[in-house]
């Protein structure tokens, strides 16, 4: 259940109840798509950083080390020990992305694994049965994700399948939410919004999916190629029709400017891996821009990556030992920089959360929406 706590024009301050505990809102998923942080981070580091949710998924955990066997061990949270809620993406978007063969029906999709190259199927059933024997908190629908740019009579095409994939979706969860042996009976669905960059095929794919009335709705198929202001028309045009008592979910996005101004258009949710991925190639995250820690210039600095960051790495460790670290290709370099990171991305939603509570949002993001994606 969502619950607005405080509006400034259309970004939100809320939570959301899940079975594994209740969400502050706005939030950014940590992103543990096999079950880990890309970055040898674990589920205690994770409680360290500040992350509230983590996000696994559904495709990648399926094809190893396999979703029954991580039932049979008593579901993901109990198999990376994290008590925490999870939310699980559908595999949609892998398929469509990673797969070199791939034929799509009515049914579902046919394609080969990327890993060994044996065959699979997926549609609705399939990926909702996944994700029910992971357990997780929020199960994502499974959907196309389409293409920028597409033809509209595609996207069309598309978005009508993807209707009737959301309302099997829903029947099938509700009933493995219903077995007597059910990981996590309390699993919720999402719905996913797609519709490429046509606002019309958008608003009037987003008005059929609220009439399911699921306990929330994503914003999905961005962040591929359209350019940002794109993407920001895109937001504003569906926010419109996206049911105001349920969490928006704003998928794979982005960079803290990225955050910023979609918070400020009406998102309450986010998860990209560039943090963790940008981490492992010595770029970091500070509130004065990006740096990257290989440069030269950092050999003999003795200050931590961000004087005005309180994160374990910041408070112990220096510039010039991090370089170190990356020059001499050791793998606590990538652990300690994916660290900071992933805190710096976790403790910018504690802030946009802070001044949406004190009425000063339009004021932080005008201080910080451009100047974070900057490159020091």
């Known amino acids: 259940m969502y619950t607005l706590l405080k509006q400034e024009g259309r970004a939100r301050r809320g939570s959301f109840e899940t079975p594994h505990g209740t969400v502050q809102t706005p939030v950014f998923m940590n992103v543990g798509t096999q079950g880990a942080i890309k970055g040898a981070l674990s589920a205690r580091d994770l409680k360290e950083i500040g992350c509230q949710v983590e996000l696994s998924n559904t495709y990648h955990l399926h094809v190893r080390p396999g979703d029954t066997l991580i039932k049979e061990l008593g579901g993901l949270h109990k198999f990376m020990t994290w008590d925490g ?30 890993v060994d190259g044996r065959h699979i199927f997926m549609g609705p059933e399939e990926s909702m049965r996944i994700q029910a024997n992971l357990g997780s908190d929020i199960a994502m629908a499974f959907d196309e994700c389409i293409k920028i740019p597409s033809p509209r009579e595609y996207v069309e095409k598309s978005c009508a399948r993807t209707v009737r994939w ?21 699993q919720m669905l999402f719905g996913i919004n797609q519709g490429a960059v046509f606002h019309d095929i958008r608003i009037e794919h987003m008005q059929r999916i609220a009439e399911l009335d699921l306990p929330g709705y994503a914003i999905g198929g961005l962040a591929v190629g359209e350019t940002h202001r794109e993407m920001y028309d895109t937001i504003e045009a569906v926010e419109e029709y996206m049911p105001k008592d349920k969490p928006r979910y704003l998928m794979g996005v982005g960079t803290p400017g990225n955050i910023l101004e979609s918070v400020a258009r009406g998102v309450d949710f986010f998860d990209c891996v560039m943090p963790a991925r940008n981490g492992r190639h010595g770029h970091l995250f500070t509130w004065g821009g990006i740096l990257n820690i290989k440069n030269e210039k950092y050999a003999r600095d003795e200050q931590p990556i961000d004087p005005n960051c309180g994160c374990p790495v910041c408070r112990r460790y220096s510039r010039a030992y991090l370089r170190h670290l990356f020059k001499a290709e050791e793998m606590l370099a990538m652990r300690l920089a ?16 802070d ?22």
Do not use: W
């Not at 999870?86 to 046919?110: C, N, P, W, Y």
């Not at 929406?369 to 490159?375: F, G, V």
């Open 85 to 114: 809620p999870i939310l699980t993406d559908s595999g949609g978007f892998q398929i469509f992305s990673l797969a070199s063969l791939r034929k799509i029906k009515e049914e579902g999709v046919k394609f080969n694994s990327h």
């Open 338 to 353: 994916v660290g900071h990171n992933l805190y710096f991305y976790n403790q910018l939603m504690q802030k946009i959360r």
């Open 166 to 186: 959301l309302q099997r979706c829903k029947t099938a969860l509700a009933a493995y939410n219903a077995e007597e042996d059910a990981v996590n009976p309390g």
């Open 355 to 376: 001044s949406l509570e004190e009425g000063g949002f339009d004021s932080f993001r005008r201080q910080y929406s451009e100047i974070l994606d900057k490159r020091i």
